[in-house]
């Protein structure tokens, strides 16, 4: 039973445009969400977070949309960079250690 | 400061022989973390030391996984007998409570034959 789903294993953007990076999750426990990046080879690496209280964080070219009643939520990168080609993993929390994480989209940002 | 790392990066194992991966986290950190990750999954949690307690084992596979924090800082997870679906990344991570970003190393890819 998959918990948090990324339904996109890939995207292609091309460079200059928005990313729109989406997962879902089914458990109304969760309380705490975050994204996560991952280049080939290397860990992967905290991006931003979003707590079940707010609908929105942003962080520079980052911003991250919570829905709770559509247990949706998505990360936009605006404008995208061929540097920002990697993995991201959604991941959820209802306690602050226990991390369940989604399958991954693969994003390629296109030059 | 260093980030978190682990060591080997690469491990083959032969079926049936026992595996250790280490992790050294970031200075400080007291929350520790191992995670599987399956090739083309998620991490996986596996386990949770706050120093030197393990507080949480619930997501080790099998009674052939333990893992240990002696000293409240390095951390090894032994595998014993492995099999070949033990094949996989092991990812550790460290954080310091309260904040919930965990930092993770590079992995230890492991193969098993």
């Known amino acids: 039973d998959q918990q948090v789903k990324q339904n996109s294993p890939s995207l292609s953007v091309q460079e200059g445009r928005i990313s729109i990076l989406n997962c879902d999750y089914t458990n109304s426990m969760f309380d705490y969400f975050l994204w996560y990046k991952k280049y080939p080879a290397e860990g992967p690496t905290f991006l931003i977070s979003i707590s079940s209280i707010k609908d929105k964080n942003e962080d520079g070219r980052f911003t991250v949309f919570l829905n709770k009643s559509a247990k949706h939520l998505s990360l936009h990168i605006v404008p995208s960079q061929p540097g920002d080609s990697a993995v991201y993993f959604c991941a959820a929390s209802h306690s602050f250690y226990k991390y369940i994480f989604g399958t991954g989209t693969r994003l390629k940002v296109l030059a | 400061g260093a980030g978190v790392s682990q060591s080997p990066r690469y491990k083959v194992a032969k079926r049936g022989q026992d595996v250790a991966l280490r992790c050294d986290p970031i200075?400080?950190?007291?929350?520790l973390f191992w995670y599987q990750q399956a090739l083309g999954q998620g991490p996986e949690f596996l386990t949770y030391?706050?120093?030197?307690?393990?507080?949480?084992k619930s997501g080790l596979p099998s009674d052939r996984f333990f893992a240990e924090r002696p000293e409240g800082s390095v951390s090894t997870l032994k595998i014993q007998r492995t099999q070949q679906e033990d094949s996989a990344v092991y990812l550790c991570?460290?954080?310091?409570?309260?904040?919930?970003?965990?930092?993770f190393g590079p992995g230890t890819r492991l193969t098993v034959t």
């Open positions: 991570a460290s954080s310091l409570p309260p904040s919930y970003e965990q930092y």
């Open positions: 200075s400080g950190h007291v929350s």
């Open positions: 030391f706050q120093n030197e307690a393990q507080l949480d």
